[in-house]
């Protein structure tokens, strides 16, 4: 039986001389691996579809087993994402994430739009260090963990100073400090990120600008959720970390030149 599926290629593998397996995020079906047979060859029909990244229409013949990828169309090339690697490193990370987060064969929906929205911006040229944090808190519930982010994790209150308790699982207000000697203390602006990162539609945000300390704050917290609460470190992760690095080490070189300094 031949189905129509509107999705987004996670990843790819070579499978022999000439096929790839495909895993596919789609609207209709969720997480499904399908084989493209031909597809590592260049003039294949299935070649450009089956890149990573890519947003189409696939025509998947499914009985038992792993399906076939019989056709597909093109939706969105991802055209930035594929030629700034900065980009392609951020949308790495992100289908990384759902794919380590989302079994295969159950719909979700709700994790295919914010994948397709997330790609989107990034590709559009929006910053891809926050998109990657609107994915990272919006999919924590995916991991099991539900953070309290309304109120205050312990005795509920919604007014009042606020910090960050990994062991209590969410917000503490400054009466409830007490709880965990460990918080993180926010000021306004974070609270009002964070919640905004968990709870707020990608497309419904306008181009933020957003100061780097700020980002590697809040990317400093669901981090730590990540890896030390769900065990989960991503290789992606990774590499974004070395070019973070790389990117330091430009800047202070250029910030040595400026001031003639030898390197």
């Known amino acids: 039986m031949l189905h129509k599926l509107e999705g987004i290629v996670l990843k790819t593998r070579d499978y022999g001389e000439s096929n790839k397996i495909v895993t596919l995020m789609t609207k209709e079906a969720g997480k499904i691996a399908v084989m493209a047979r ?3 060859k260049p003039r294949s029909r299935l070649a450009a579809i089956s890149q990573t990244f890519m947003h189409g229409i696939f025509i998947v013949q499914r009985t038992t087993g792993m399906g076939t990828l019989q056709q597909g169309e093109l939706m969105q090339s991802m055209r930035h994402i594929q030629t ?6 951020y949308a ?3 289908v990384e994430l759902v794919d380590r987060l989302i079994e295969e064969g159950s719909s979700q929906t709700f994790v295919y739009e914010v994948l397709k929205q997330a790609l989107y911006a990034i590709d ?3 910053d891809p260090e926050a998109i990657a944090l609107f994915v990272d808190w919006k999919l924590l519930p995916y991991a099991g963990v539900r953070p309290v982010l309304h109120q205050c994790a312990s005795c509920g ?3 009042g100073e606020f910090a960050f308790s990994f062991s209590q699982g969410g917000f503490l207000c400054h009466r409830c400090f007490h709880a965990d000697p460990y918080i993180i203390r926010l000021n306004p602006t974070q609270i ?3 919640r905004m990162f968990a709870n707020v539609p990608i497309e419904k945000i306008g181009k933020l600008e957003l100061k780097r300390e700020t980002k590697r704050f809040i990317k400093m917290i669901v981090t730590t959720i990540y890896e030390e609460q769900t065990g989960m470190r991503l290789k992606s992760r990774s590499f974004i970390e070395q070019l973070e690095k790389s990117e330091a080490l430009l800047a202070m070189q250029k910030e040595d030149e400026n001031k003639g300094v030898e390197p």
């Open 124 to 126: 559009e040229e929006y």
């Open 92 to 94: 790495s990370y992100i």
């Open 84 to 89: 700034d690697i900065v980009r392609a490193a």
């Open 38 to 40: 031909g597809a590592k």
């Open 192 to 194: 009002k990120l964070i």
């Open 157 to 159: 209150a919604v007014e």
